[in-house]
C-alpha cells in the first residue's frame, strides 16, 4: 500500500460506519494507538486510557447500550433542523449511517473507548488553595476534552493512513455510568468518546466541509481575510 501524507489522509477521512468482520491484525492496533498518545495533553500529564474491546460479548453490551442511546438520539433528530450546509440528499445519507450504527456497533472488530483520569488539574488545585485561579480548569469542562480529543484524532487519522475505517461517537455518553461498568472503569475515568474500528464496507473520503471563507475572521469577528477566498 502506498503510504499518504497527512494531508491527503486529513481531506479523505470521512466518517466509516460499516465494517468488514476481518479482525484488525495486533500490529496495526499497536500503530495506531501508538499514534494516538503521540497527542498533546495538558500539563502532558498523560493520564488518557484507552481501552480496546475486542471480545464479543463485552463489544454486545456496548453495542446494547448505543443502541438504547441512539433510539433516544433518533427522536432528538427527528426535531432538529438539518444544517444549512448540508443538501437534503447529504443530511439523509448521515442519518442513515448513524441510524445503521445504532444497530451495528458491535459488529465491528474492535472498539476502542477513549477515557481521561480526571484527578490531574483538579488536585493541582487542591494542592494550591491560595491560588483560587487555579480553580478555574475544574470549571471549564472542556479543559479535561482538550487532553484527550488531539490523541482520538490522532487515531482516527492513523486509521485512515493503514486503511481501517472509524468513526469519533459519543452518543454512549447518554448512558456512560453503563459504559463504566461494562468496562470495569474505576471512578475517576471519564469515557469521552467510542470508535468502531474496522475494514470499512465504504470507501473513505472526500469529507466536506463549509468553505474557510466562512469559518475563517483575520484580526477581528466578521473581517474577511483575503487568503480564504475560493480561487476562481
Ligand atoms: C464530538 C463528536 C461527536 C460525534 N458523535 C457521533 C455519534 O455519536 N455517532 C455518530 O455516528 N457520529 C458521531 N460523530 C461523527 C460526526 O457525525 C461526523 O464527524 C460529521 O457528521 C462529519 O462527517 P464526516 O466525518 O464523514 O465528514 C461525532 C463527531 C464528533 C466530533
Request: with cysteine.
Amino acid at each position: 500500500m502506498d503510504e499518504l501524507d497527512v494531508f491527503q489522509a486529513i481531506y479523505s477521512c470521512r466518517s466509516l460506519r460499516r465494517f468488514k468482520p476481518d479482525p484488525v491484525p495486533d500490529e496495526l492496533l499497536a500503530k495506531i494507538l501508538g499514534a494516538a498518545i503521540q497527542a498533546p495533553c495538558g500539563g502532558n500529564e498523560q493520564n488518557w486510557l484507552f481501552v480496546v474491546v475486542r471480545s464479543e460479548q463485552q463489544r454486545r453490551k456496548l453495542g446494547d447500550i448505543y443502541r438504547r442511546a441512539g433510539a433516544i438520539l433518533v427522536s432528538w433528530y427527528e426535531k432538529v433542523d438539518k444544517p444549512g450546509h448540508m443538501s437534503t440528499a447529504e443530511y439523509r445519507r448521515f442519518l442513515t449511517s448513524g441510524l445503521h450504527l445504532h444497530q451495528h456497533l458491535a459488529d465491528a472488530p474492535v472498539l476502542v473507548v477513549a477515557c481521561l483520569r480526571l484527578e490531574g488539574l483538579a488536585s493541582v488545585a487542591a494542592d494550591h488553595p491560595r491560588e483560587p485561579q487555579l480553580a478555574m480548569f475544574d470549571s471549564v469542562p472542556w479543559m479535561a476534552g482538550a487532553s484527550i480529543y488531539p490523541a482520538v484524532q490522532n487515531l482516527i487519522l492513523a486509521c485512515r493512513a493503514v486503511g481501517l475505517g472509524t468513526c469519533l461517537t459519543t452518543n454512549h455518553l447518554l448512558f456512560e455510568e453503563e459504559v463504566k461498568e461494562v468496562l470495569g472503569l474505576p471512578a475517576e475515568f471519564r469515557t469521552f468518546a467510542l470508535l468502531p474500528i474496522g475494514y470499512p464496507i465504504n470507501n473513505f473520503g472526500p469529507v466536506k466541509r463549509k468553505p474557510l471563507s466562512e469559518v475563517v475572521a483575520l484580526d477581528q469577528f466578521g473581517q474577511a481575510a483575503a487568503f480564504t477566498k475560493t480561487p476562481s
